[in-house]
């Protein structure tokens, strides 16, 4: 199984919601990441979980809160969003620091989220 | 800090003409990566390059690293409709104790015209 996945597919929510994002690896993966994509740019990194533990975060809002409660799911709660938040939310998962690998990066479907 | 240039940005080209998308970084790395990317689609894994040298083939495609030169190419022989989408490259560093991180490249959007 080399499937990430990630619910819900869309997402609409106003700028006063509460809402939560979820991707779900069983690739045995110990590193998730969180991306957010604008239309026509690349991915830019938002943060990463390793075994369980948030590894790195690039200056993201506080509005934007991980979570990684087991070593298949990680969790994005979403507060106070604004407009420009509007992404697509892409989830991905590699292998881990001891094994000989690439380290590839497998995407899950991502989340098109739209903040009105 | 990590810059990636990927060029052109845009590329039109004729189905069954022959074409070459440029990757440079700016620090030393022995991963890169290619995705492909359709409109409202997530990221395909196209190669994965780990060494200095690599080249890998796939189709129409052929991707190659030259961690000298900081340079990766992905040439694509004889378009087909089939390969119009963005393409990314992304270089693969260490960044903080054992967490790696992915840098993209700004994308090559590609439309093969017939």
């Known amino acids: 199984d080399t499937e990430v996945t990630q619910t819900p597919k869309h997402l609409v929510m106003g700028m006063t919601n509460k809402k939560s994002l979820k991707c779900e690896q069983h690739?045995?993966?110990?590193?998730m990441y969180w991306y957010k994509q604008k239309a026509k740019k690349p991915p830019e990194l938002m943060f990463v979980?390793?075994?369980?533990?948030?590894?790195i975060n690039e200056s993201v809002p506080s509005r934007f809160s991980p979570e990684c409660p087991n070593s298949s799911l990680l969790n994005l709660h979403l507060h106070a969003l604004q407009p420009e938040d509007s992404a697509l939310y892409l989830c991905?998962?590699?292998?881990?620091?001891?094994?000989?690998?690439?380290?590839?990066?497998?995407f899950g479907p991502g989340t098109r989220l739209t903040v009105t | 800090e990590l810059k990636v240039e990927q060029n052109p940005l845009f590329l039109s080209m004729q189905e069954g003409k022959n074409y070459t998308i440029y990757c440079n970084y700016s620090?030393?790395?022995?991963?890169l990566y290619w995705y492909r990317q359709d409109p409202g689609k997530s990221l395909e894994s196209l190669f994965v390059?780990?060494?200095?040298?690599a080249v890998k083939q796939e189709g129409r495609l052929m991707a190659s690293l030259d961690t000298k030169a900081r340079l990766s190419t992905l040439h694509i022989t004889a378009a087909v409709h089939d390969l119009s989408a963005t393409y990314f490259c992304?270089?693969?560093?260490?960044?903080?104790?054992?967490?790696?991180?992915?840098?993209f490249g700004s994308g090559t959007q590609l439309t093969v015209l017939p």
């Open positions: 991905a998962s590699s292998q881990f620091m001891g094994v000989i690998s690439s380290y590839e990066q497998y």
């Open positions: 690739m045995g993966h110990r590193a």
């Open positions: 979980y390793s075994y369980e533990k948030l590894s």
């Open positions: 620090t030393t790395s022995d991963r």
């Open positions: 390059l780990l060494s200095n040298g």
């Open positions: 992304a270089v693969d560093l260490l960044k903080s104790g054992s967490a790696r991180q992915l840098t």
